[in-house]
């Protein structure tokens, strides 16, 4: 690792084609009340992590490309340090280089090597491989640890991919590459394969495709989009439909796959544990036969203004081993506090859930406001979130965006908030306020 850190410091020296970043995310939740595990009450997290990539990536004159970078940081506080010490699922998660330990607080890992490909970049084919970006895909973003190739021509692209592990990096994020869909230490070294078609005729996108891994789930899915202008007396509103489909089946094995978040169907219970006593022996729910998820977006831009709808649902439990791994509907899935279940899950992928969404927003110069308002119901718990995204160009390189979130979420008997099963519903506010620092070398 250490060569390898002074291999990219030298090309960081020498080479024009590099890359660089500091990045500052910081969380202050408002809601500080003491933990009291018998009826559930746990505080929202508040954290600052500060950490940074340098990357290289070349394209050649004989259409070859290679990429190389890597991320490192640390945690700056962290508010879960006396009871949990659970910041590092968001920065330093490490469930070692094969997926086979469990991630812990003392068994971090700081710093990973993000990118690691080389490939081909013609007039018609792409080809990838390594560690790098997926970006063809709606359900299967980010980093990864994959093999690529697509093929364009005019309106028309093919495209075909296999990951074997996923990282995650960015915003609140440094979490070294892991294989996707294990079951506590037990990796899961079977690849993630997704195969699909895009066409873009003028004003359209039909995107068909099928995602699959083998031992969990296969899922046909469609994406259609239509951009059109409406006319007015001296402007235009340029607007667009969006529509997302997925049909999630899983296998034998998938169906008994008992939920990391807390959203699957078929409650499982054991012994009860000493160590967690209001745990109450429950461990979770399976993630059942699937699901279906449904989402439509409406957008309209008028000069300098943006405002639309979004409505996202889904039948049974869909994104299990599906949603978390993309994210196709462009809102945090990740608002809410870290003591709740996975990392701060919100209830947007949840089983037999529904999201209603308004936004608007205006540019100026330098300057961007954002609001959005949001109430989701589900199996598990009802939520409702109004926020207010600010964002502060100082230069081409240097911008700061500050979130204000006003919070509020129920959730229902029968569930679970960290080490605590629910035997009454509660209700707690997860508000929040946010701040998003990057400067780019």
Known sequence: MKAYIFFLLSLFIWAKDFSAEIINYSKFGFNNHAINEQNGAYPTDSFSTLYGSISYDRLFSNHLIFGAGIALGGIVFDSTKNHGDLAHKYLGYNQGFLGNQKATPSNTQNYFIKNLYIGYSGDN?????????????????????AIELSYHNGIFQFYSLASIQKASYGGKW??????????????????????????????????L??????????????????????PLQDAQIKAKTDFITLVVLHTKEGREYISSYDMGLEPVFGAISAANPYLMGYKGRKAGWGGVSLGIKQSFLLKEYNFGFQLYGNIADPNDLVGRHGNPIGIDLNDNSVYERGTANNALFDAQSF?????????????AIKFL??????????????????????????????????????THAGFKIYHTYLTHARSDDRSFLSTYFVHKF
């Open 209 to 230: 495709f099928l995602q699959f891994q083998a031992n969990r789930y296969f899922a046909p899915g469609l994406r259609f989009e239509y951009n059109f202008i409406i």
């Open 125 to 145: 084919l792409d080809f990838k491989i390594g560690r790098f970006v997926l970006r063809n895909t709606d359900w299967l973003t980010g980093y990864h640890s």
């Open 355 to 367: 999201s209603g969404i308004l936004f608007a927003g205006r540019k100026f110069d330098n300057l």
């Open 373 to 410: 308002s949001r109430i989701t119901t589900s199996k598990r718990a009802f939520e409702e979130s109004f926020s207010i995204n600010t964002s502060y160009r100082f230069t081409k390189q240097t911008s700061l965006g500050i979130n204000l979130s006003l919070y509020h979420v129920q």
């Open 174 to 207: 440094l979490k070294t590459f892991r294989p996707i869909n294990s079951i506590g230490s037990t990796p899961n070294y079977v690849p993630v394969v997704a195969l699909g078609i895009k066409l873009r005729p003028e004003n359209f996108l039909y995107h």
